[in-house]
């Protein structure tokens, strides 16, 4: 079995596509491998269940099982029965158990360094969503057709169509914010394999501007994702020298999709949404965009009450975020207070410092880039420990890790002998 299957079945689990018979890639990602961890193998079980006697399991697991009984406890207490986040808590627990099979089948046929082959795996799945963005962007039939593959909700962020043909441009179930988020952690962890891997600069260059040009049509906050990466790189000798080139040719790269706006209303379009910052200030004095303004209104202040104990409500009748706001730190504490966005938090951050322990500190500064990527997209909407396809990046990483560890020590057990 080559590594290609392992990058077909994290692109499917990450990226959670539409699929006919089966809900999403994530569930026919389970059901493949399922079979070929159970049935594949006659002589015995092959699932290793050691998980539950690690720190993943023994840190995590009462830490989500408070985190469900905030689920209940505090649309009780405010009589609201708004049980609506479960949802979203059930569907994290699915696919962390795909993720987990995806790791072990990887522990069992992949020979490589499986800290530098999870990185790999995030760069190569990237790579081939850069590649379908660009696709979809030059050729709208192709794009229409994909349409079978992506959620029917979130079109309303572009009712007017004032984008149409420069967003919603991926293969993936989720558009808009929940993959341009998953993007910025693509752009952390492809850092850490160009440095394993010694990628030439040229390369490095080619990339970053592919990576932010296909991931800024899901979001303009990938560009966070984009400058963490410079920083990640820049911290390494031997891409400093280049530091100026990228910068560069980011420029250029502007420069390119600017003359091309005068023929092309779909770089127009790229254009006009991807740098509305700079626009508006050029025109207005001020930097701000629709989203940001948007933003700003979803925050508002509260009494201590709801800062401690929130009001039980995630979703309304009708179906819309609770008071019109789904704003990351406000949405959370308005369902369970201070204290489950605290635990959300605290969850999220035990991953990463088990991805640096597991990884015997190979991933110290992925981890403290991926911890504030986390911090910094949460202002805009709930990220901690609630994207799915963040969680199974993060997940992947944990376990990929995680089986390493187990193989280091295997190795220094025979040394020792």
């Known amino acids: 079995m080559s590594s290609l299957t392992i990058y077909i079945l994290l692109f499917f689990s990450v990226f959670s596509i539409r699929v006919p018979f089966f809900y999403n890639s994530t569930v026919l990602a389970f059901i493949i491998l399922s079979f070929l961890l159970l049935f594949l193998n006659t002589r015995k079980l092959v699932i290793n269940f050691g998980i539950f006697k690690s720190k993943i399991f023994i840190l995590l697991f009462p830490l989500y099982c408070l985190l469900f009984l ?10 609201t029965n708004d049980y609506s986040k479960h949802w979203a ?24 360094d499986l800290v530098y082959f999870s990185a790999k795996a995030i760069f190569v799945i990237y790579t081939i969503q850069a590649f379908f963005v660009l696709i979809c962007f030059l050729f709208p039939s192709v794009n229409e057709l994909m349409e079978i593959f992506r959620s029917p909700d979130g079109t309303q962020y572009d009712s007017f169509g004032r984008y149409e043909g420069v967003k919603r441009l991926s293969l993936s179930g989720g558009q808009y914010f ?7 952690m693509s752009f952390i962890i492809t850092s850490f394999y160009f440095k394993e891997n010694k990628t030439t600069p040229l390369l490095i260059i080619t990339f970053l501007i592919a990576f932010l040009f296909a991931g800024v049509s899901a979001g303009r906050i990938v560009f966070l994702g984009f400058f963490f990466s410079i920083f990640f790189l820049a911290k390494d000798l031997f891409v400093r020298r280049v530091l100026v080139t990228i910068l560069a040719c980011f420029m250029m790269s502007i420069t390119f999709f600017y003359l091309f706006s005068s023929y092309t209303d779909n770089f127009n379009r790229y254009i006009n949404f991807a740098f509305e910052l700079y626009y508006n200030w050029k025109q207005h004095g001020n930097m701000s965009s629709e989203s940001t303004d948007i933003l700003k209104s979803m925050y508002f202040t509260i009494d201590l009450d709801t800062f401690l104990f929130g009001h039980g409500r995630y979703m309304q009748d ?30 999220d951050l035990i991953k990463l410092y088990l991805i640096t322990v597991y990884s015997g500190y190979r991933l110290n500064f992925v981890a403290i ?28 990483l944990l376990f990929s890790c995680y089986f390493y560890n187990k193989r280091e020590r295997i190795i220094i057990k025979e040394k020792e002998l």
């Open 318 to 347: 009708n179906g819309l975020y609770y008071l019109n706001t789904d704003a990351g730190y406000l949405r959370m504490i308005l369902f369970y207070g201070i204290f489950g966005l605290l635990l959300n938090i605290v969850i």
């Open 369 to 396: 880039l991926l911890g504030a990527s986390l911090f910094l997209i949460h202002v805009k909407g709930e990220t901690f420990n609630h994207i799915v396809s963040v969680q199974a990046i993060l997940y992947w």
């Open 178 to 184: 929940t993959l341009s988020a998953s993007w910025v």
């Open 89 to 112: 808590l059930l569907s994290q627990v699915f696919s962390i158990i795909t993720i987990y099979l995806l790791a072990q089948l990887a522990n069992k046929k992949i020979n490589d």
């Open 70 to 79: 905030f689920c209940f406890i505090f649309p009780y207490y405010h009589d």
